[in-house]
């Protein structure tokens, strides 16, 4: 995920503009969809490291993610837009983008997101 250039209007007080990252190890249908963009509560975006972010005795770069839990207890967020509306509609996107492209019915995006308990 990236930063996503400012508007206009602005983003609410508490968000932050993103917008989906592509990157090169991506792959199909991932890589051709359409980015997704929207203002997610800045409490939601946490760092993620990708196999391309470590090197040998390094990181070489921080990424950021729009998790849905809250820290410390990492309990997942429900995503009904009553109390964190940000969130809400950039789950609500990933997850249809999620249901129409993924390769298996087993996991919902939420699942996917735990895989192995990771």
Known sequence: MDEAPST????????KAVVSRRGRLDKAPWSELPS????????FLCPAFLGESIAPFRILS???????????????????????PGLAAWWR???EAWL????????????????MKQ
Do not use: F, M
């Open 36 to 43: 997704l963009e929207g203002a997610v509560e800045s409490i």
């Open 8 to 15: 206009r209007l602005g983003v609410p007080k508490g968000r």
């Open 93 to 95: 996107r990933a997850e």
């Open 100 to 115: 129409e492209h993924r390769s298996s019915d087993k996991r919902s995006l939420i699942q996917q997101l735990d895989y």
């Open 62 to 84: 921080t990424l950021q993610a729009v998790i849905p839990t809250t820290a410390p207890a990492c309990s997942v967020v429900t995503t009904n837009g009553s109390t964190v």
